[in-house]
T-cell receptor
Framework: GAVVSQHPSRVICKSGTSVKIECRSLDFQATTMFWYRQFPKKSLMLMATSNEGSKATYEQGVEKDKFLINHASLTLSTLTVTSAHPEDSSFYIC?????????????FGPGTRLTVL | LAKTTQPISMDSYEGQEVNITCSHNNIATNDYITWYQQFPSQGPRFIIQGYKTKVTNEVASLFIPADRKSSTLSLPRVSLSDTAVYYCLVGGFRDDKIIFGKGTRLHILP
């Protein structure tokens, strides 16, 4: 299947700093990428849909000014957690959509563990 | 988006066949059914996708009855490494997004 990478895999930062997470589709172009967050023992929660060249669409309850998403190219989307606080500590996962013939599938990155002290 | 219901958890033994059933009573005509596997601290991994009848690949089979209100993921001869959370997702072809349910926590015992 298609390969999606994320960088960094884990990050620890101080409260009040900003953290950028990169999501790349390595062997395909993705016009649409998604960002999720996941708390321990919980399911993935969709945060936003990122479309190349346009503004991201945020889910209800997700602050667009806090979670900045940029999808400047067909292989890269970035999520910036601005002024991070301990409650933002979570596992952040991106996915890229692949449309091929009759199939419509999302392929996920390995995730980024964010810990805010 | 169709809501899905799966068992919260299941236990099985190495070498057994495991079947996980997912209910999706309000599935729409253009909805596909996709299953993902997730290990702790990793992103979900695509397992299989289908629309109707049976689909088989190298790791699993997906059975979908004619009314499509449920689906069953079948894992042949499981091993300890199949211990993971399995998510059933239902979404329309070219839908804008996928919503994850709670998933099934599968625990394989030696």
């Amino acid at each position: 299947g298609a390969v999606v990478s994320q960088h960094p895999s884990r990050v620890i930062c101080k409260s009040g700093t900003s953290v950028k997470i990169e999501c790349r589709s390595l062997d395909f172009q993705a016009t649409t990428m998604f960002w999720y967050r996941q708390f321990p023992k919980k399911s993935l929660m969709l945060m936003a849909t990122s479309n190349e060249g346009s503004k991201a669409t945020y889910e209800q309850g997700v602050e667009k000014d806090k979670f900045l998403i940029n999808h400047a190219s067909l292989t890269l989307s970035t999520l910036t957690v601005t002024s991070a606080h301990p409650e933002d500590s979570s596992f952040y996962i991106c996915s890229a959509r692949v449309l091929a013939g009759d199939s419509d599938t999302q392929y996920f990155g390995p995730g980024t563990r964010l810990t805010v002290l | 988006l169709a809501k899905t219901t799966q068992p919260i958890s299941m236990d099985s033994y190495e070498g057994q066949e495991v079947n996980i059933t997912c209910s999706h009573n309000n599935i729409a005509t253009n909805d596909y059914i996709t299953w993902y596997q997730q290990f702790p601290s990793q992103g979900p991994r695509f397992i299989i996708q289908g629309y109707k009848t049976k689909v088989t690949n190298e790791v699993a089979s997906l059975f979908i009855p004619a009314d499509r209100k449920s689906s069953t993921l079948s894992l042949p001869r499981v091993s300890l490494s199949d211990t993971a959370v399995y998510y059933c997702l239902v979404g329309g072809f070219r839908d804008d997004k996928i919503i994850f349910g709670k998933g099934t926590r599968l625990h394989i015992l030696p």
